[in-house]
C-alpha cells in the first residue's frame, strides 16, 4: 500500500476523515440474520403454503368458519417471528459484551482498548498471544510473529511473519506480537464473512431439523394423491356437490399438515437461546441447543476451566548444583540475583499470559528490568544487561528464553521438558507437581537461545552440560469451588469427563484426584501416545484417548487428535477451553464451549461462550439441551400420530366410497384442543434424558401404530354411529341426509 501510517497512529482529525468517508469497520449483526430475513423465513415456510393453499380453496367455497384453520398461518408465523426476535436481541446483547476488544494506537499514546467496530482504516492494532486478528492489514513491527491460519487454509502449521506480511482477520496469533496497520475493514474485511457464519442464528445443520424436513416432504407427497382420492370419492361415489367435495378433501388434508411441530420446535429452540441467555451463556450458533443433549464425553482444559484462571507465586527454590539428591539451599542473595532474570523472561510477550503474570505481579519490583530499553542495574553479582537474543514462550515448545549482550543465556520453562528425570531438582519438581503445584524450571544455557538443541515437548538432545538448573518456580492454582459438584453431575449423567492441559501430567492428575476424577491416579503424558499420521488417529492412539480419563503435556494438534479419535469412534464430544492451543480442538469437536475471559481466537470458533467463566454452568446446559429435544420429540410424536391418522382415516373413506365425516372446522377445533395445546405444555416440561440418534425412526415407531389406531377406530365408530354413512355395498340402508351432529 502506498500510505504508511506512522509510529504514533492516527490522529483525531484522521479518525474523524475516515468516519465520514464511511471507512469504519461496521459488521453484520452477530445473529447473522435482519428482521426481514427472520419474517421471511418463518412465513414463507412450507407449512404455510400447504395451509394457505387449502385456505383459498374454502373461501371459494363461500363457507368462512371452515377456514378458522387460516388462523394456524398466522400464529404459525407471529411467534415464531416474535420468539426469534427475542433471541436475537438477546444474542445481539450478550455477544457485545462477550467479543474481543483489540488494541488500537491513536495519536501518540499507548495502544487502548476500542470495540473492533471503532477501528478506521490504517487504524494501527497491537496483537499478542491469543488475540484474534479482528481486520486485515499488513504488519508494521513485529516480534517472533506466529500466527495460525487455520481459518483461511485448513493448514493448522503457524505462520511466521514478519514486517510487511499481510495478516488476514480471522486469523488468532500463537506467539509473539506485532504492531499491524488495517487495510480492509467492515464488509471487505475477511472477518466479516466469518462472523457472519461463525455467529449466525442458524437452523442448519441439525439431525432434529433435517428429520422434520424429511417428514414434512414425505407429507407433501401423499397430500396430492390422498386429496385426489378424497374429492374423487365425494363427487362420483358419494354424490356430494363440489362446494361440499371440496370442503370435505380440505378437511382430511389439514389435519395431515403437523401445523404446530415447527412452531413447537422454534419456540423450544428459541427458549432455549434465551434461558441461557440468562446464565451468560452465549448460543453462537441454534444447534448447539441440540448438541447439548447429545453429548457423552466432555474434555476439559485444566487451566481456566477447573482451576481458577489466575496463578499466584507461591515461591522460588534455589537449586544446589552440587547436590546430586537436589538438595535445596536457602539464598536470598541468589533470589535476589535471578528476580530480574524472571521478570525479563516473563516480559517476552508484550501480554504476558497467566503464567507469567502471576510471576510479574508476585515478584519484587524495586529493581525492575528495561529489557526492551536496552539496559537495566540488578542485584549482586548481575550487573548491566542488553538483550541480544530472545524467545517468547510457545505452548508447543513449552519454554521461553532470552541471551543477554554478555553472553549469559537464561531459559524458562517446564522441568520434564527442560530437563531429564535425573537432573539437578527434577525430583523435587516432581513432589510439587504431585501435590498439585505448577512448577516451572530456571536454567542457564551454555550456548545462544537460538542455539539450545531441543525443540518442543522434548528434552534436550545435548549433554547435561547444555542446561545448569538454577531454580524452581513454584506457582500455586486453585481449583475451582463448584468443579467438583460439576464433574459428580455428569458422573451421574453417564457423560465421561477427560482432563487434557498442557502441563506436567502429574500436576494435571493431582487436581484430577482433588475432584474425585476416575483414573485421576494414573495420568498419562501425552508424549507417550502412538504417533498420528497426517492428524489421522490409528487405532493406538485411539484406544489409548478412549480408556484415559487425565493427560497431560497436551499440545493443540493432540488434543486436535483426541477429539477425532473420540468422535471416530462414536462418541459426542464437547470440547472447553481457553487458550489459543484449544482452538483446534474446540473446532473439531462436536460442540465447542469457550470461557468468556479466553483468548478472541477461543471465543470465535466456539458454538457456546461461559461469559462469566462458570465450569458450574455446564449442567444446566446439557439439561436445558436435554428439555428442548426430549419436549420436542414428545412434540413430534403427537403431530405426526394424528398425521397418520388422518391419512388412514381418508384412504377408509375414500376406499368405501363414502361421506368424509368432518368438515374443516371440525378438525381444526379437535386438533387445538386434543394436539395444539397438549403439545405446547409438554414444549416447557422438564426432561433429562439424553438425546439419541434416530429421531425420525424412533418418532415413526410410535407415530404409526398409534395414528393407524386411532384412524381405524375412528372410521368404525362413524360406520357404527351413522348407518346412513353407509357405501351402497355395505349392509344398512345408505340415505342421503344431513349429517347426524348438523
Given at each position: ?600 481466537a477461543t471465543r470465535s470458533v466456539a458454538q457456546l461462550v461461559l461469559l462469566d467463566n462458570k465450569f458450574a454452568v455446564m449442567p444446566t446446559i446439557v439439561a436445558e439441551g436435554r428439555r428442548v429435544i426430549g419436549n420436542i420429540e414428545r412434540v413430534a410424536n403427537l403431530f405426526l400420530t394424528k398425521t397418520i391418522y388422518s391419512v388412514v382415516l381418508a384412504l377408509a373413506v375414500g376406499i368405501a366410497g363414502m361421506e368424509y365425516p368432518f368438515e374443516p372446522i371440525h378438525v381444526t377445533i379437535t386438533g387445538w384442543f386434543t394436539i395444539g395445546i397438549p403439545a405446547f405444555v409438554l414444549s416447557l416440561a422438564p426432561n433429562l434424558e439424553r438425546a439419541r440418534e434416530g429421531f425420525v425412526q424412533r418418532v415413526l415407531r410410535l407415530a404409526v401404530p398409534a395414528g393407524v389406531t386411532v384412524g381405524v377406530l375412528t372410521f368404525l365408530f362413524w360406520l357404527w354411529a351413522y348407518p346412513g354413512a353407509r ?16
Open positions: 500500500m502506498s500510505w504508511e501510517t506512522p509510529e504514533t497512529g492516527l490522529t483525531r482529525s484522521q479518525v474523524e476523515q475516515r468516519r465520514r468517508e464511511g471507512k469504519v469497520n461496521h459488521l453484520p449483526p452477530t445473529s447473522g440474520r435482519s428482521v426481514w430475513d427472520i419474517v421471511r423465513a418463518n412465513v414463507f415456510t412450507r407449512i404455510n403454503a400447504i395451509l394457505a393453499v387449502l385456505f383459498a380453496i374454502v373461501l371459494y367455497t363461500g363457507s368462512i368458519v371452515n377456514g378458522a384453520f387460516g388462523l394456524l398461518i398466522v400464529a404459525n408465523s407471529a411467534v415464531g417471528v416474535i420468539q426469534e426476535l427475542r433471541a436475537k436481541r438477546t444474542l445481539d446483547r450478550l455477544s457485545i459484551v462477550g467479543r474481543a476488544k483489540p488494541m488500537v494506537i491513536r495519536d501518540g499514546a499507548p495502544a487502548a482498548e476500542l470495540d473492533r467496530e471503532q477501528i478506521v482504516l490504517d487504524d494501527l492494532v497491537e496483537v499478542g498471544p491469543g488475540d484474534q486478528v479482528v481486520v486485515d492489514g499488513v504488519v508494521r513491527a513485529a516480534q517472533d510473529l506466529s500466527v495460525d491460519e487455520s481459518s483461511l487454509t485448513g493448514e493448522s502449521d503457524p505462520v511466521y511473519k514478519n514486517v510487511g506480511d499481510p495478516v488476514y482477520s480471522g486469523s488468532s496469533v500463537i506467539a509473539g506480537g506485532a504492531t499491524y496497520q488495517a487495510t480492509k475493514v467492515g464488509a471487505e474485511a475477511y472477518a466479516a464473512k466469518l462472523a457472519a457464519e461463525a455467529s449466525k442464528f442458524t437452523l442448519t445443520d441439525s439431525e432434529l431439523f433435517r428429520g422434520i424436513n424429511t417428514i414434512l416432504r414425505y407429507i407433501t407427497w401423499i397430500l396430492i394423491p390422498v386429496g385426489a382420492l378424497v374429492i374423487y370419492t365425494q363427487l362420483f361415489r358419494s354424490g356430494s356437490a363440489f362446494k361440499e367435495a371440496l370442503l370435505a378433501m380440505v378437511a382430511s388434508l389439514v389435519p395431515m399438515v403437523p401445523e404446530g411441530l415447527v412452531l413447537m420446535t422454534t419456540i423450544a429452540f428459541a427458549l432455549g437461546v434465551i434461558r441461557l441467555g440468562r446464565h451468560k451463556v452465549l448460543v453462537n450458533e441454534l444447534p448447539a441447543i441440540e448438541g447439548l443433549a447429545r453429548v457423552d464425553v466432555v474434555c476439559a482444559d485444566k487451566t481456566g476451566t477447573l482451576t481458577s484462571n489466575t496463578m499466584r507465586l507461591d515461591a522460588i527454590e534455589i537449586l544446589d548444583p552440587e547436590l546430586d539428591n537436589a538438595g535445596l539451599a536457602d539464598s536470598a542473595a541468589s533470589r535476589r540475583d535471578i528476580e530480574p532474570v524472571l521478570l525479563d523472561l516473563c516480559r517476552l510477550d508484550e501480554r504476558p499470559n497467566s503464567t507469567a503474570r502471576a510471576l510479574i505481579e508476585g515478584l519484587t519490583p524495586a529493581e525492575e528490568s528495561t529489557l526492551l530499553d536496552g539496559s537495566a542495574t540488578y542485584g549482586v553479582g548481575v550487573g548491566k544487561r542488553e538483550k541480544a537474543q530472545s524467545r517468547p514462550f510457545t505452548s508447543s515448545a513449552k519454554w521461553s528464553g532470552l541471551t543477554y549482550a554478555d553472553g549469559q543465556t537464561w531459559v524458562l520453562g517446564a522441568p520434564d521438558v527442560l530437563a531429564d528425570e535425573s537432573s539437578a531438582g527434577m525430583r523435587r519438581a516432581v513432589e510439587l507437581m504431585e501435590s498439585g503445584m505448577r512448577v516451572l524450571l530456571l536454567a542457564r544455557a551454555a550456548v545462544p537461545v537460538d542455539d539450545i538443541p531441543f525443540g518442543a515437548g522434548h528434552a534436550p538432545e545435548a549433554d547435561d552440560a547444555t542446561l545448569a538448573p538454577v531454580a524452581l518456580v513454584v506457582l500455586g492454582q486453585t481449583v475451582r469451588a463448584d468443579a467438583a459438584d460439576t464433574i459428580d453431575y455428569f458422573a451421574h449423567e453417564g457423560v465421561e469427563v477427560k482432563v487434557i492441559s498442557g502441563d506436567n501430567a502429574r500436576a494435571v492428575g493431582a487436581v484430577g484426584r482433588e475432584l474425585g476424577i476416575e483414573g485421576a491416579a494414573h495420568p498419562v503424558d501425552a508424549r507417550t501416545l502412538p504417533e498420528c499420521s497426517d492428524g489421522a488417529p490409528s487405532e493406538e492412539f485411539a484406544d489409548a484417548v478412549e480408556s484415559g480419563r487425565v493427560f497431560g503435556r497436551v499440545t493443540a494438534e493432540h488434543k486436535r487428535n483426541m477429539v477425532r479419535a473420540l468422535r471416530g469412534r462414536g462418541h459426542h464430544v464437547a470440547m472447553t477451553g481457553d487458550g489459543v492451543n484449544d482452538v483446534l480442538a474446540l473446532k473439531e469437536s462436536n460442540l465447542g464451549v469457550a470461557m468468556g475471559d479466553g483468548a478472541p357405501p351402497a355395498w355395505m349392509p344398512g340402508e345408505r340415505r342421503r341426509q344431513r349429517r347426524w351432529w348438523c
